[in-house]
């Protein structure tokens, strides 16, 4: 506990300079290939994740097939020279699979998957660059990548991290130095409009008191998320149809 | 994607008539974007977008042990991941058999001495050497892979920086070696002579180089041929389909001369790039 004394320091700055509530800088970029029927490409901080979409399509394997509902095919990976360590595999780990299946947890929570029964959309991500909050990065991106292909969704699905330093100021989106640095991460996928939350994951512990404000702050930061990526997709938008000469194009 | 009967007469003619669909003739190539140190975590790293081509290349160096048969030898391992960006095919391990057939030709390309040098990566003779890996990533397959993974490795490789030794201390069989505290001081690789891979196709009756994804299916016949400055480093026919003795010639003849002018085009850019411009995906 000793440890997480130094997250933020006393003049309430953390280790890359930010303050508690404050997120990493987010670039984003959609429409980054041509081949892919949606594509997206994320910053957050020094995390880079690419995502495409691909679909809706006719659905690979029969049996999987839905009469009712298109079903959501993830695939997670992460570029060998993405972590500092060089990694042996892109993909097929524990880690891997796990995340593939959350990534599919938070984007069925948002897809209208009733409106294409027996097909199938892919969704893809890779991780170019990994320093914490691959989770949150990867979530966006692809929600980004959803858009991008004209898929319907119910609202946004973004995440955030957020974590607890001092042992009682809440901090949000934590750097890859923070995690190893210890304290506990609180990983949130939520739809930031109605206020629901798809994914909760909690790593390492502390006392239940805390959980509020710490839930709170992470949910605070997936609406500013949201923010971000409704500006992004506006402007991206805008610029499409300013080409094709429908859009408003006065912004 | 599959072309109709229709469309590949299409392109047939077009090849024939040295029009093809893009407007190329037989011997251009498609516009090309090259970038440089956009993977922090690497020693070099480069990006390449070929048309709809699109590959991205890291370096990362290790300290080995060098081959007992080899000892003032260092390592260098090529691995290529297909993304499943790139197509849905290659989802979970479909992507595998085109990966492990673009690191086999890479390495082969690269097995020469006279190619590259890997008594250059040597530290202390049979204790300690560098071993570079080179990790291709592919995430868009827009025809001619082969040329692109080959151009955008040869210039990670031009970016890599080797960190220098300051000092190797031994100690009976321990060996330490102490990195220059400098992180600017480093050493840089000879690129010269690193090879370029180009794929010739057979098209009706002529020969085209750097063929889209469409022309690569009304192609009869593929070779990829690595040219290391004015020599052949590798020679290999891709795909299916076979090709007649003295078009094969001819293919290499093709294959030979515009190695030798992407080379020195390739070379000409290196020189002039810029590395640390912050575009990556962005632009």
């Known amino acids: ?251 | 994607m599959s072309l109709s009967q229709a469309e590949k007469t299409f392109i047939l003619h077009g090849v024939a008539e040295n029009f093809r669909v893009d407007g190329r003739d037989r011997e251009g190539y498609r516009p090309m974007e090259l970038e440089t140190d956009i993977v922090q975590h690497a020693f070099g790293s480069a990006r390449l977008r070929l048309a709809n081509t699109d590959v991205l290349v890291a370096v990362k160096i290790e300290v080995d042990t060098p081959l007992p048969e080899k000892p003032f030898e260092g390592k260098i391992e090529f691995f290529v991941d297909c993304s499943a960006n790139a197509t849905p095919d290659f989802e979970g391990r479909g992507g595998e058999s085109l990966a492990v057939e673009l690191a086999n030709i890479l390495s082969s390309a690269y097995e020469s001495p006279l190619t590259f040098d890997l008594r250059k990566l040597c530290i202390l003779k049979g204790k300690k050497c560098w071993k570079l890996y080179v990790d291709v990533l592919i995430l868009e397959c827009g025809g001619n892979l082969f040329d692109a993974v080959s151009l955008a490795v040869k210039a990670a490789l031009h970016i890599t920086q080797v960190p220098k030794i300051k000092a190797v201390n031994i100690d009976g069989d321990n060996v330490e070696i102490e990195v220059s505290d400098n992180i600017i001081d480093c050493d840089r690789l000879n690129v010269e002579n690193l090879p370029v891979l180009v794929t010739v196709c057979k098209i009706g009756n002529h020969c085209i180089v750097d063929p889209s994804l469409t022309e690569e299916q009304c192609a009869v016949g593929s070779v990829v041929v690595a040219v290391s400055k004015e020599c052949f480093s590798t020679i290999t026919s891709i795909g299916t389909g076979s090709l007649h003795e003295e078009t094969l010639f001819e293919c290499l003849d093709l294959g030979h001369k515009v190695a030798i002018k992407l080379n020195q085009t390739l070379m000409a850019i290196l020189v002039q790039i810029q590395p640390n411009q912050d575009v990556g995906f962005l632009k």
């Not at chain 1, 095919?73 to 699979?97: C, I, L, Y």
């Not at chain 1, 805008?238 to 429908?246: D, F, K, N, P």
């Open chain 1, 1 to 251: 506990m000793s440890r997480n004394r130094e997250l933020i320091s006393k003049i309430g700055l953390r280790l890359d300079g930010r303050r508690p509530d404050e997120l990493r800088r987010i670039r984003c970029k959609m429409g980054v290939f041509s081949q892919p029927d949606g594509s997206a490409y994320i910053e957050q901080g020094l995390t880079k994740v690419l995502a495409a979409v691909y679909g809706p399509h006719q659905v690979r394997s029969r049996q999987k097939a839905q009469h009712d509902a298109c079903i959501i095919n993830t695939q997670f990976s992460m570029a060998v020279f993405s972590t500092n360590e060089r990694k042996k595999r892109p993909r097929g780990d524990r880690k891997s699979t796990e995340m593939s299946m959350h990534l599919q947890q938070a984007l069925l929570s948002v897809i209208e998957t009733d409106l294409y029964p027996w097909s199938q959309i892919d969704v893809y991500v890779e991780v170019l660059h990994a320093d914490g909050g691959i989770y949150p990065a990867c979530v966006n991106a692809a929600t980004l990548a959803v858009i991008d292909a004209g898929i319907p969704i119910k609202e946004y699905v973004c995440a955030c991290t957020a974590s607890l330093g001092n042992n009682e100021v809440p901090m949000l989106d934590v750097s890859h130095q923070e995690e190893i640095l210890g304290g506990p991460t609180l990983t949130v996928a939520a739809l930031p409009m109605s206020g629901k939350i798809v994914l909760m994951e909690m790593s390492q512990r502390f006392h239940l008191d805390h959980l509020p404000k710490v839930l709170n702050k992470a949910l605070e930061g997936c609406k500013d998320v949201k923010a971000i990526l409704d500006e992004a997709v506006k402007n991206h938008v805008s610029e499409i149809g300013s080409a094709t000469g429908w859009a408003n194009t006065t912004s």
